[in-house]
C-alpha cells in the first residue's frame, strides 16, 4: 500500500461501533457460523456453545420466539432490518438488544446474515442524543455553525443560514469574512482561534455581526464556542452557537442611556448648560443630530402660561458630522415653524412625532438648508415636546442621516424618556432664573446704585452676588452723610440667600438710616440693631411656623464713622471681619477692634474703637465672602487681601478691581461686599473753632466772631441770618448747659454752625403760644436753616445747622 492514511477513531458512545457491539453472522438456516469476542462478553456462549446452532434455540427464549420469526421473515423480505428484540443469555437472564441485520451476498455460496446488536438502552440514548443533534442543525432556534481548524465552514444550521440570507450548501467551504463586514469577521474569528487554541470554551460573548450585504444594519450577536475533539484528544474543529440580540442589546443600552441622562441632565440650575446636557447625551446614542428649541421665556427665568406660544430661540446643539450649520440654524436663533410642519403639530398636540422617512422640505428648512440636508443624506426625524408641570417649554427635534436605520417606535419612547427628564431640569432651571433673578433685581434696589461725592472720604465699591446654586444674600453696604461733613460706613452680611435675605437686608439698611439720622455712636447704633433682629427672628418663628425655607436670622455689621476735621473714626463690629488700614505710604494693617458678637444673639454689649487717621488713608471694609474660600482659610484670605491692597498713590477704582482679581472666583459662592473709603481732611481756613464761657456776654461774643469769619469767608451775604442761629444757640447753651460753650463753623458746599456743651438735654422743636415769653427760638432756626439737628457724645451734645451757600 502506498499513500498516506486517514486514521478515524471510533466514537466511544457510539452503541454500534466495533468495540462495543456484539456481532453475530447466520447461515441461510438461521444457524450461527460466526461469533464475535463481545458476544462472548455480554451473552456468555463459548465460540463451542454457539457456532453451529441456531441462534432461536439458544439465544431467543420460547415465549419470544414468534416475534422474533415475523422480524425474521420482514428482513429476508427488506433484504435488512433494525429493531428490538429479547436476547437470552447463558444463565438464562432475558434482556433487550438492540440489533441491525443486513444481508451478506456471497459468490457461489448462499446467502449469509450479518447481526449488530447492544443493549437497548445504549441505542436509545444513542438515538436520543443524534436526534438532540439534529435537532441542533435542523430545528434550534439558536444558531449552529461547524468549522474545521482552519476556520473553513463545515456546517450551519437554519438560523444561521437566515441570518446571513444563504443556505448550509452555500456556506460550506467558506469563512466567516465571506459573509460579514471585515472588522466584525476579525473579531469573531480571533476569539475563536483562541477557542481552538486554549480549548477554554467561550461564554455568551456579544459582538457586532454586520453582514456585507446589509452593512448599514445593525446587528450584534451573543456567540458561545467550544473545541471539537475525536476520542484520541485531536483538534477536528471548533463549533460556535450563536444568538441574535440585537434588540436585547438595544435595549440594555437605551437603559444605560437612561441612567446617564439621569447623572449628566440636571446638573446645573442653568437653562443653556442643561440644554446642551441634553443634547450632549443623545448623540451619537440615539440620533445624528439633535437641536433644543425653547420658548424665549423660558431662557429668561420669565412665567409661562398654558396658552402662549410663538416663536421659539435655539438653545443648544450638536452633530456628529461637520459643518452642521449649513443645515440647522445656530443657537440663538429665533424661529418660527410652518404650520404643516412636524415641530408645529408637536407643539399643537404636546405629542412626539415620528417621521421615518424624512422630505427635507417638510420640517421647516429654508430651500438653502433643504439642499444642504438632502446632500447630508437627512432621512428620519423625531420630534418630541419639552414639558414640565403642565407646561411646554420646548421642542426636542432628533435627525439621522449617518446611520442608515430610520427611526421606530423604541427610538421614539427613549426619546420621549430624554426628554421627560430634560423638561423638569430646564423648568426647575427656569424657575431658579426666575427667583434668583428676582432677588437679584430686589437687592440690587435695596442697595445704593451711585454714592454721592463726600467732604469726609473718596469712595469706591464692589458688590458681586453668588454664583451657582447659592442664589443671592444679604450682603450690604452703605456711605451715609453725618452732621458736621462726617460720614458713616457701614457693610453688613444678613445669613442665608435668596429673596428672605435680601428683603431682610432692606429692613436692616433702612433701620441703619434711621439710627444713622439720630446721629447715634457706633456702638448704639449695633445695640438698636441687635434688638431689630432678635425681634425679627421672633416674627418669623411665629409667621413661619411650619413653613419650608430658612427660619433663622441673623447678620454681622461693622458700621465706622468718620470726622474729618478731627480724623477720627469710630468703629463698632458684632461679629464682623475687621476692617483693612491703608496707610498713606502703602502699607496695610488690621486694626485690632473689639470683635462683638453677631446681631440677634441680644443682650451683649457692643464697643466703639477710635482711630486716628492720616490724611488719605484708605479704609477697606467688606463681607466675609471675600477671604473665606474652599481652597483657603480666613487667615490666608486676609493676607491676601493685605497683599492686593498694597501700595501707595493707586486709584481706589484700581485697588477695588485688583482686590477682586486676586481673591475672587469668576462665580463666587457667596455674595461679596467690598468698600474703599480714602480720609479727606478739612483744611483749616475751612474750620473755624471757638471755645467761649458761659456768661451773659457770650451770645455777643459769638456773634461777633461769626461775623468777622464770614466776612474772611467772603459770605457777607449770610451774616445776618448766620447770627440770629449763633446766637440763638449760644443763647440756650449759656440758659440751660451751664458751661462752657464750644462754637465751630465750617465752610464747605454748605455752611455747618455747631454750638457744643456739657448738657445732655436735646432742644425740642415747639409752637409757642401768643401769650409765651420764649419757646420761638428754635422755630426761628428751622425757618432760616436747610437742616438742623442734635448729636449726643458721651458726655454733652451738639446742636448744628446747615445753609445752603448764595449761588
Given at each position: 500500500?502506498?499513500?498516506?492514511?486517514?486514521?478515524?477513531?471510533?466514537?466511544?458512545?457510539?452503541?454500534?461501533?466495533?468495540?462495543?457491539?456484539?456481532?453475530?453472522?447466520?447461515?441461510?438456516?438461521?444457524?450461527?457460523?460466526?461469533?464475535?469476542?463481545?458476544?462472548?462478553?455480554?451473552?456468555?456462549?463459548?465460540?463451542?456453545?454457539?457456532?453451529?446452532?441456531?441462534?432461536?434455540?439458544?439465544?431467543?427464549?420460547?415465549?419470544?420466539?414468534?416475534?422474533?420469526?415475523?422480524?425474521?421473515?420482514?428482513?429476508?423480505?427488506?433484504?435488512?432490518?433494525?429493531?428490538?428484540?429479547?436476547?437470552?443469555?447463558?444463565?438464562?437472564?432475558?434482556?433487550?438488544?438492540?440489533?441491525?441485520?443486513?444481508?451478506?451476498?456471497?459468490?457461489?455460496?448462499?446467502?449469509?446474515?450479518?447481526?449488530?446488536?447492544?443493549?437497548?438502552?445504549?441505542?436509545?440514548?444513542?438515538?436520543?442524543?443524534?436526534?438532540?443533534?439534529?435537532?441542533?442543525?435542523?430545528?434550534?432556534?439558536?444558531?449552529?455553525?461547524?468549522?474545521?481548524?482552519?476556520?473553513?465552514?463545515?456546517?450551519?444550521?437554519?438560523?444561521?443560514?437566515?441570518?446571513?440570507?444563504?443556505?448550509?450548501?452555500?456556506?460550506?467551504?467558506?469563512?466567516?469574512?465571506?459573509?460579514?463586514?471585515?472588522?466584525?469577521?476579525?473579531?469573531?474569528?480571533?476569539?475563536?482561534?483562541?477557542?481552538?487554541?486554549?480549548?477554554?470554551?467561550?461564554?455568551?460573548?456579544?459582538?457586532?455581526?454586520?453582514?456585507?450585504?446589509?452593512?448599514?444594519?445593525?446587528?450584534?450577536?451573543?456567540?458561545?464556542?467550544?473545541?471539537?475533539?475525536?476520542?484520541?484528544?485531536?483538534?477536528?474543529?471548533?463549533?460556535?452557537?450563536?444568538?441574535?440580540?440585537?434588540?436585547?442589546?438595544?435595549?440594555?443600552?437605551?437603559?444605560?442611556?437612561?441612567?446617564?441622562?439621569?447623572?449628566?441632565?440636571?446638573?446645573?440650575?442653568?437653562?443653556?448648560?442643561?440644554?446642551?446636557?441634553?443634547?450632549?447625551?443623545?448623540?451619537?446614542?440615539?440620533?445624528?443630530?439633535?437641536?433644543?428649541?425653547?420658548?424665549?421665556?423660558?431662557?429668561?427665568?420669565?412665567?409661562?402660561?398654558?396658552?402662549?406660544?410663538?416663536?421659539?430661540?435655539?438653545?443648544?446643539?450638536?452633530?456628529?458630522?461637520?459643518?452642521?450649520?449649513?443645515?440647522?440654524?445656530?443657537?440663538?436663533?429665533?424661529?418660527?415653524?410652518?404650520?404643516?410642519?412636524?415641530?408645529?403639530?408637536?407643539?399643537?398636540?404636546?405629542?412626539?412625532?415620528?417621521?421615518?422617512?424624512?422630505?427635507?422640505?417638510?420640517?421647516?428648512?429654508?430651500?438653502?438648508?433643504?439642499?444642504?440636508?438632502?446632500?447630508?443624506?437627512?432621512?428620519?426625524?423625531?420630534?418630541?415636546?419639552?414639558?414640565?408641570?403642565?407646561?411646554?417649554?420646548?421642542?426636542?427635534?432628533?435627525?439621522?442621516?449617518?446611520?442608515?436605520?430610520?427611526?421606530?417606535?423604541?427610538?421614539?419612547?427613549?426619546?420621549?424618556?430624554?426628554?421627560?427628564?430634560?423638561?423638569?431640569?430646564?423648568?426647575?432651571?427656569?424657575?431658579?432664573?426666575?427667583?434668583?433673578?428676582?432677588?437679584?433685581?430686589?437687592?440690587?434696589?435695596?442697595?445704593?446704585?451711585?454714592?454721592?461725592?463726600?467732604?469726609?472720604?473718596?469712595?469706591?465699591?464692589?458688590?458681586?452676588?453668588?454664583?451657582?446654586?447659592?442664589?443671592?444674600?444679604?450682603?450690604?453696604?452703605?456711605?451715609?452723610?453725618?452732621?458736621?461733613?462726617?460720614?458713616?460706613?457701614?457693610?453688613?452680611?444678613?445669613?442665608?440667600?435668596?429673596?428672605?435675605?435680601?428683603?431682610?437686608?432692606?429692613?436692616?439698611?433702612?433701620?441703619?438710616?434711621?439710627?444713622?439720622?439720630?446721629?447715634?455712636?457706633?456702638?448704639?447704633?449695633?445695640?438698636?440693631?441687635?434688638?431689630?433682629?432678635?425681634?425679627?427672628?421672633?416674627?418669623?418663628?411665629?409667621?413661619?411656623?411650619?413653613?419650608?425655607?430658612?427660619?433663622?436670622?441673623?447678620?454681622?455689621?461693622?458700621?465706622?464713622?468718620?470726622?474729618?476735621?478731627?480724623?477720627?473714626?469710630?468703629?463698632?463690629?458684632?461679629?464682623?471681619?475687621?476692617?483693612?488700614?491703608?496707610?498713606?505710604?502703602?502699607?496695610?494693617?488690621?486694626?485690632?477692634?473689639?470683635?462683638?458678637?453677631?446681631?440677634?444673639?441680644?443682650?451683649?454689649?457692643?464697643?466703639?474703637?477710635?482711630?486716628?487717621?492720616?490724611?488719605?488713608?484708605?479704609?477697606?471694609?467688606?463681607?466675609?465672602?471675600?477671604?473665606?474660600?474652599?481652597?483657603?482659610?480666613?487667615?490666608?484670605?486676609?493676607?491676601?487681601?493685605?497683599?492686593?491692597?498694597?501700595?501707595?498713590?493707586?486709584?481706589?477704582?484700581?485697588?477695588?478691581?485688583?482686590?477682586?482679581?486676586?481673591?475672587?472666583?469668576?462665580?463666587?459662592?457667596?455674595d461679596v461686599a467690598l468698600l474703599l473709603a480714602r480720609t479727606r481732611t478739612l483744611a483749616s481756613e475751612q474750620v473755624a473753632t471757638w471755645v467761649l464761657p458761659a456768661e451773659p456776654t457770650t451770645p455777643?461774643?459769638?456773634?461777633?466772631?461769626?461775623?468777622?469769619?464770614?466776612?474772611?469767608?467772603?459770605?457777607?451775604?449770610?451774616?445776618?441770618?448766620?447770627?440770629?442761629?449763633?446766637?440763638?444757640?449760644?443763647?440756650?447753651?449759656?440758659?440751660?448747659?451751664?458751661?462752657?460753650?464750644?462754637?465751630?463753623?465750617?465752610?464747605?458746599?454748605?455752611?455747618?454752625?455747631?454750638?457744643?456743651?456739657?448738657?445732655?438735654?436735646?432742644?425740642?422743636?415747639?409752637?409757642?403760644?401768643?401769650?409765651?415769653?420764649?419757646?420761638?427760638?428754635?422755630?426761628?432756626?428751622?425757618?432760616?436753616?436747610?437742616?438742623?439737628?442734635?448729636?449726643?457724645?458721651?458726655?454733652?451734645?451738639?446742636?448744628?445747622?446747615?445753609?445752603?451757600?448764595?449761588?
Open positions: 500500500m502506498t499513500g498516506s492514511v486517514t486514521l478515524i477513531s471510533e466514537s466511544p458512545e457510539d452503541p454500534f461501533s466495533l468495540g462495543r457491539a456484539i456481532s453475530v453472522v447466520l447461515d441461510e438456516r438461521g444457524s450461527v457460523v460466526g461469533w464475535s469476542e463481545r458476544a462472548r462478553e455480554l451473552l456468555g456462549f463459548t465460540d463451542q456453545d454457539a457456532l453451529g446452532r441456531p441462534a432461536e434455540r439458544f439465544l431467543v427464549d420460547a415465549r419470544d420466539r414468534g416475534l422474533v420469526r415475523e422480524a425474521a421473515v420482514d428482513c429476508v423480505r427488506d433484504g435488512g432490518w433494525f429493531g428490538v428484540v429479547p436476547v437470552v443469555d447463558k444463565e438464562g437472564r432475558r434482556s433487550r438488544f438492540g440489533v441491525r441485520a443486513r444481508r451478506v451476498i456471497r459468490e457461489g455460496r448462499a446467502d449469509e446474515w450479518l447481526l449488530v446488536g447492544a443493549p437497548a438502552e445504549e441505542v436509545t440514548q444513542w438515538e436520543i442524543d443524534r436526534s438532540v443533534m439534529e435537532g441542533l442543525f435542523r430545528r434550534s432556534p439558536i444558531g449552529l455553525s461547524v468549522h474545521d481548524p482552519s476556520l473553513a465552514i463545515l456546517r450551519i444550521n437554519r438560523p444561521i443560514a437566515h441570518i446571513g440570507g444563504i443556505t448550509s450548501d452555500q456556506a460550506r467551504g467558506h469563512r466567516i469574512g465571506d459573509f460579514l463586514v471585515a472588522a466584525d469577521a476579525e473579531t469573531i474569528e480571533s476569539r475563536l482561534m483562541e477557542v481552538l487554541d486554549t480549548g477554554t470554551p467561550m461564554i455568551f460573548t456579544e459582538q457586532p455581526c454586520r453582514l456585507l450585504i446589509e452593512p448599514g444594519i445593525e446587528r450584534y450577536v451573543a456567540v458561545s464556542a467550544f473545541r471539537m475533539e475525536d476520542s484520541g484528544g485531536r483538534t477536528l474543529g471548533v463549533t460556535q452557537l450563536v444568538e441574535d440580540v440585537t434588540d436585547r442589546h438595544r435595549a440594555r443600552r437605551r437603559l444605560a442611556m437612561l441612567n446617564e441622562a439621569s447623572e449628566l441632565i440636571g446638573t446645573t440650575l442653568d437653562v443653556e448648560t442643561t440644554a446642551q446636557e441634553l443634547v450632549d447625551v443623545a448623540v451619537p446614542g440615539i440620533a445624528d443630530c439633535v437641536t433644543v428649541d425653547l420658548l424665549p421665556a423660558v431662557g429668561l427665568g420669565e412665567a409661562l402660561f398654558p396658552e402662549r406660544g410663538g416663536p421659539l430661540r435655539r438653545a443648544a446643539f450638536k452633530s456628529v458630522a461637520p459643518y452642521p450649520e449649513r443645515v440647522m440654524y445656530p443657537v440663538g436663533t429665533l424661529k418660527s415653524f410652518p404650520k404643516d410642519s412636524p415641530q408645529a403639530r408637536c407643539l399643537v398636540s404636546r405629542r412626539p412625532v415620528l417621521v421615518p422617512h424624512l422630505v427635507p422640505d417638510e420640517v421647516g428648512l429654508d430651500a438653502e438648508r433643504a439642499e444642504h440636508a438632502r446632500t447630508l443624506g437627512v432621512h428620519s426625524l423625531m420630534v418630541v415636546p419639552l414639558t414640565a408641570r403642565g407646561l411646554v417649554l420646548g421642542l426636542v427635534c432628533l435627525w439621522r442621516y449617518v446611520v442608515p436605520e430610520p427611526f421606530e417606535e423604541d427610538d421614539l419612547t427613549l426619546a420621549n424618556e430624554f426628554a421627560a427628564r430634560a423638561g423638569v431640569a430646564i423648568d426647575n432651571a427656569r424657575r431658579y432664573t426666575q427667583e434668583h433673578r428676582t432677588a437679584l433685581a430686589l437687592q440690587r434696589r435695596l442697595l445704593p446704585r451711585e454714592v454721592p461725592s463726600q467732604p469726609a472720604v473718596r469712595v469706591a465699591h464692589r458688590y458681586l452676588p453668588a454664583g451657582g446654586s447659592a442664589g443671592v444674600g444679604g450682603d450690604w453696604f452703605d456711605v451715609i452723610p453725618l452732621s458736621g461733613a462726617r460720614v458713616a460706613l457701614v457693610v453688613g452680611d444678613v445669613v442665608g440667600h435668596g429673596i428672605n435675605a435680601a428683603a431682610t437686608m432692606g429692613r436692616l439698611r433702612t433701620a441703619v438710616h434711621t439710627l444713622a439720622d439720630l446721629d447715634l455712636e457706633p456702638d448704639e447704633v449695633l445695640s438698636h440693631l441687635d434688638d431689630l433682629v432678635t425681634r425679627l427672628a421672633g416674627e418669623q418663628e411665629h409667621g413661619d411656623a411650619g413653613s419650608p425655607g430658612e427660619q433663622v436670622v441673623g447678620a454681622t455689621c461693622l458700621y465706622a464713622v468718620y470726622d474729618p476735621v478731627s480724623r477720627i473714626c469710630s468703629v463698632a463690629r458684632a461679629g464682623h471681619p475687621p476692617p483693612a488700614l491703608v496707610s498713606p505710604d502703602g502699607g496695610v494693617s488690621l486694626p485690632d477692634l473689639p470683635a462683638g458678637p453677631p446681631l440677634g444673639l441680644g443682650g451683649l454689649p457692643f464697643e466703639s474703637e477710635d482711630l486716628e487717621l492720616p490724611e488719605n488713608s484708605v479704609l477697606a471694609l467688606y463681607t466675609n465672602g471675600l477671604i473665606e474660600g474652599d481652597a483657603h482659610d480666613i487667615d490666608a484670605g486676609l493676607d491676601r487681601l493685605a497683599e492686593a491692597l498694597s501700595g501707595r498713590d493707586r486709584p481706589l477704582e484700581d485697588m477695588a478691581q485688583s482686590v477682586v482679581d486676586a481673591l475672587l472666583p469668576a462665580r463666587p459662592t457667596d455777643a461774643r459769638a456773634r461777633v466772631l461769626t461775623a468777622e469769619k464770614l466776612t474772611e469767608w467772603g459770605l457777607e451775604e449770610m451774616i445776618f441770618t448766620t447770627e440770629l442761629v449763633v446766637s440763638e444757640l449760644v443763647t440756650n447753651a449759656y440758659r440751660y448747659a451751664g458751661g462752657p460753650v464750644t462754637l465751630r463753623l465750617i465752610r464747605l458746599h454748605r455752611l455747618i454752625c455747631e454750638v457744643s456743651d456739657p448738657s445732655s438735654t436735646s432742644p425740642h422743636l415747639r409752637r409757642a403760644r401768643s401769650t409765651d415769653e420764649g419757646g420761638r427760638g428754635l422755630l426761628l432756626v428751622a425757618q432760616l436753616t436747610s437742616r438742623w439737628g442734635t448729636r449726643h457724645a458721651h458726655e454733652g451734645k451738639t446742636v448744628w445747622t446747615e445753609q445752603e451757600l448764595p449761588g
